[in-house]
């Protein structure tokens, strides 16, 4: 079952919750989502049976992973039962979560006994100045060091997620790449995209994967990885077998849409086929019947018209409204 452009569905991104206790300057301005902003409430979430479902109808359909995201996931209680939920109805089901940290440290043993197969912690600066003034200032680096250290010795590898802007952290590259630069963490530069649009992207804010790459081959000799499969976002690179791994996710210079074979669930039960997309089905009502063939049907019949190249198109589709990203779970 493909697309209109000939891709198929192998990742889900469900996020489980739109409420999170960092405020990104580029995900969540606190300037726009006060403390007290009224995200969903658990009555409007997806019970873990509704994702159960979701991931039942996709699975015949090609889904090798489901990566668990927000908001925060780690707000959502009694998330490691989702975990324990998937992992055990389907051994094979990749089960990957990612998070901002802060609470990770305590949860990391469970997590893993739960069968969850990978981690990747989101973390733009090592500076607590930096760290602070990127996410709203309220929490605390060393907490988010102690959850990626925990994960480090439970998990084969630990990704980090680092979106670069250019004039707040982009000064944060190099020393970054030292801390993580050790075996069983695999260090990714994303570019900063214009999702949603109360972060007020600007072009000129992204910091390029090619730039970045640039300054580390300075430290020392980095070597490019083969992709290990054809939808993989991140180009892969390694300082050398006993040292980690650093990727670069080039969604803006480098646009991969051709090979996009995500789909995303939000909190809430919508259906988005694009990060970039005002669309959205509404799978709630086929949830509540409990009827995976309609389950099934619906997702398929969206999926067949999907035609989404959003990254492709930038220059063209600038202006048009997009969801936030902390609503989609990136
Ligand atoms: N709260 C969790 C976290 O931060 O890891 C999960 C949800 S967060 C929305 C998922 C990822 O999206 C994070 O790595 C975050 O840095 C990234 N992200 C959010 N807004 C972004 C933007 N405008 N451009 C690029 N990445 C973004
Ligand atoms: Fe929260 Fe993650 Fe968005 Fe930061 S990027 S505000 S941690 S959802
Ligand atoms: Fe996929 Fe849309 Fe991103 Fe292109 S812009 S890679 S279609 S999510």
């Known amino acids: 079952m493909v697309d209109l452009l000939g891709r198929p569905i192998r990742d889900l991104r469900v996020s489980v919750t739109d409420s999170c206790n960092f405020r990104c300057t580029y995900c969540l301005p606190s300037e726009a989502f006060p403390r007290d902003y009224a995200f969903l409430k658990p009555d409007q979430l997806l019970r873990f049976s509704d994702i159960e479902l979701v991931v039942a109808a996709l699975l015949p359909l090609g889904l090798q992973k489901v990566k668990i995201t927000g908001g925060e996931p780690l707000l959502r209680p009694l998330l490691v039962e989702l975990i324990a939920l998937l992992k055990g109805r389907w051994p094979g089901l990749e089960v990957a979560l990612i998070t901002n940290g802060h609470h990770l ?42 959850g990626i250290e925990e994960a480090h010795r439970e998990f084969e590898q630990v990704k980090i997620n680092t979106v670069l802007i250019r004039g707040e952290n982009d000064d944060q590259v190099e020393a970054l790449a030292k801390y993580f630069q050790r075996p069983g963490f695999a260090l990714r530069f994303i570019e900063y995209m214009d999702v949603g649009s109360l972060n007020r992207w600007r072009r000129d804010q992204v910091v390029t994967g090619a730039e970045v790459l640039e300054r580390l081959q300075k ?11 054809p939808g993989e976002t991140s180009e892969r690179w390694v300082w050398s077998e006993a040292e980690g791994e650093v990727g670069f996710i080039n969604s803006v210079s480098r646009p991969f849409c051709a090979e996009c074979v995500r789909v995303r669930l939000s909190a809430d039960g919508k259906l988005y086929t694009c990060l970039f997309s005002n669309r ?51």
């Open 105 to 146: 440290a305590p949860l990391v043993k469970r997590i893993r006994k739960a069968g969850l197969d990978s981690v990747t912690v989101s973390l733009d600066a090592l500076d607590p100045t930096v760290f602070g003034r990127m996410t709203g200032n309220a929490h605390r680096l060393d907490t988010v060091l102690a």
């Open 219 to 229: 430290l020392k000799n980095l070597f490019p990885l083969p992709k290990r499969h």
């Open 280 to 330: 959205s089905t509404d799978l709630k009502p086929v949830l509540l019947t409990g009827n995976l063939a309609e389950v099934t049907q619906t997702i398929t019949a969206v999926w067949k018209k999907r035609d989404d190249r959003y990254s492709e198109q930038r220059q063209s589709l600038a202006g048009t409204t997009r969801q936030e990203m902390f609503t989609l779970g990136g």
